[in-house]
């Protein structure tokens, strides 16, 4: 991670730095500053992860300056020998807030929320881009059912799709020739196949085309093209029977 550095003390940016060097040794820094106007310029230019900001400075105080170069930096830690900055600090949406003369303890509590927050940042961006690539499979394949696994993407037929199950937070997907596990939701699916498809109790989802018979009961059962015996809730079953009867 790359950081600058921000005081107008020479000494303070150096101390830092050797604090930074022999405790936190993922931060490289890249530049120390002493002047508002120069940090501004350098900020710009460097884009850093992190930037340690002191407050009080000649000419421009650390919130003037981060107002100027916020886009231009991941996050910033402020640090100052005056406590009552901590509450505007944090109103800043600052990561943390440091006192000065800064404690090796207390500078490495703060990298380790950095590397949570950067780890986090991470996540739903990749998770980000795993929902767009299956917004970008569906449509683009309709008529095929995009399932995750651990290698990458199997694009099912639906017609091979005989039911799906839900357990907890899994869907079991059951197709003419082999099961599928996935982490999602079962109404995640059940958004997807509303074509040919009909949800006959909150844990089932059953393909029209592979019902064999339906037996009558409380809410009844239906008997997939795999044998298997599906429950139907009592709510369910009237809007089963209107399909299956083609009524409306």
Same mark, same amino acid.
């Given at each position: ?78 640090? !100052?020998?005056?406590?009552?900055? *901590? @509450? #505007?600090? &944090?109103?800043?949406? %600052?990561?943390?807030? +440091? /006192?000065?003369?800064?404690? !090796?303890?207390?500078?490495?509590? *703060? @990298? #380790?929320? &950095?590397?949570?927050? %950067?780890?986090?940042? +991470? /996540? ?125």
């Amino acid at each position: 991670m790359k950081a600058i550095l921000v005081d107008n003390e020479p000494r303070s940016n150096e101390n830092l730095r050797i604090l930074l060097e022999d405790h936190c040794p993922a931060v490289t820094v890249i530049a120390q500053c002493t002047d508002a106007k120069d940090s501004i310029q350098k900020i710009r230019a460097l884009k850093p992860d992190i930037l340690f900001l002191d407050v009080e400075m000649p000419h421009a105080n650390g919130f003037a300056v981060l107002n100027e170069v916020r886009s231009s930096i991941g996050q910033v830690i402020f640090t !100052s020998a005056h406590g009552k900055y *901590a @509450i #505007e600090a &944090l109103r800043e949406q %600052a990561l943390d807030f +440091l /006192l000065k003369p800064v404690g !090796s303890g207390d500078l490495v509590r *703060a @990298i #380790e929320r &950095l590397k949570f927050t %950067a780890s986090q940042v +991470l /996540l739903l961006q990749s998770l980000g881009r795993i929902e767009k690539l299956e917004q970008q499979i569906r449509r683009h394949n309709s008529s095929h059912l995009a399932i995750q696994t651990a290698e990458g993407y199997i694009l099912v037929d639906h017609g091979e799709i005989i039911r799906m199950e839900a357990e907890s937070n899994y869907t079991h997907v059951y197709c003419q020739k082999k099961k599928y596990t996935v982490a999602k939701l079962l109404g995640f699916y059940a958004d997807q196949l509303i074509s040919g498809f009909i949800r006959v109790h909150s844990s089932h989802l059953v393909n029209l085309q592979h019902i064999k018979t339906y037996q009558r009961g409380d809410g009844g059962y239906v008997v997939m093209s795999d044998g298997v015996a599906v429950e139907v809730s009592r709510s369910r079953k009237r809007e089963l029977l209107r399909v299956l009867l083609g009524e409306g």
